[in-house]
C-alpha cells in the first residue's frame, strides 16, 4: 500500500524536491480509482460527487481510500442519516476525462483534504500527467 500521507508531507514544504513531486503524482495517478464523496443531503439518482469553496472558488475534493473519504465526510457533516458515507469510486482513466470535461467548473482539486493532503489547480493536472507520461512513469 501505497504512504500517501508520506508522499504529501515531503511535497507540503517550500521547496519540494522535483523527485518527491513526481513521486506523489505517479503514485496519485496509477491508482486504480478515485474517491470522491457525496453530499448525502443532495438527493438525486446519480449525485454529483461533493465540491467545497475555498476563497469563493469551486474545488472539486478527490479521496485515495474510503477511510478517508469518510474522514473527511464525517468532519464535515456529509454522511447520511445512518451516518454512512456516500461515495462513488471511479476509475482514474475516466475521472481524468471528466477533469477535462470540468474545465470552467472548477478551480482545480484537492486531494485527501486534511494535514496531509495537497491541491493543483485544475489547468496543471492535464500538464502533469502528460509530463508524467512523456517520462514513462505512467
Known amino acids: 500500500m501505497i504512504d500517501f500521507d508520506a508522499l504529501a508531507d515531503l511535497n507540503n514544504t517550500k521547496s519540494p524536491n522535483p523527485e518527491d ?3 506523489l503524482w505517479t503514485a496519485f495517478f496509477k491508482l486504480e480509482e478515485w474517491i470522491f464523496v457525496v453530499d448525502a443531503s443532495v438527493v438525486s439518482e446519480n449525485p454529483p460527487p461533493f465540491v467545497g469553496f475555498i476563497d469563493e472558488k469551486p474545488w472539486l475534493f478527490i479521496f485515495t ?7 473527511f465526510a464525517k468532519e464535515h457533516q456529509l454522511l447520511d442519516k ?3 458515507c456516500l461515495f462513488i469510486a471511479t476509475q482514474t482513466s475516466t475521472a481524468l476525462k471528466m477533469l477535462i470535461n470540468t474545465q470552467s467548473a472548477i478551480e482545480g482539486i484537492r486531494v485527501n483534504e486534511g494535514p496531509h493532503g495537497w491541491f493543483c489547480p485544475l489547468d496543471n493536472i492535464v500538464r502533469i500527467h502528460t509530463l508524467l507520461h512523456d517520462e514513462g512513469l505512467l
Open 65 to 71: 481510500d474510503t477511510q478517508r473519504a469518510y474522514d
Open 21 to 23: 513531486i513526481r513521486n
Open 82 to 84: 445512518k451516518g454512512e
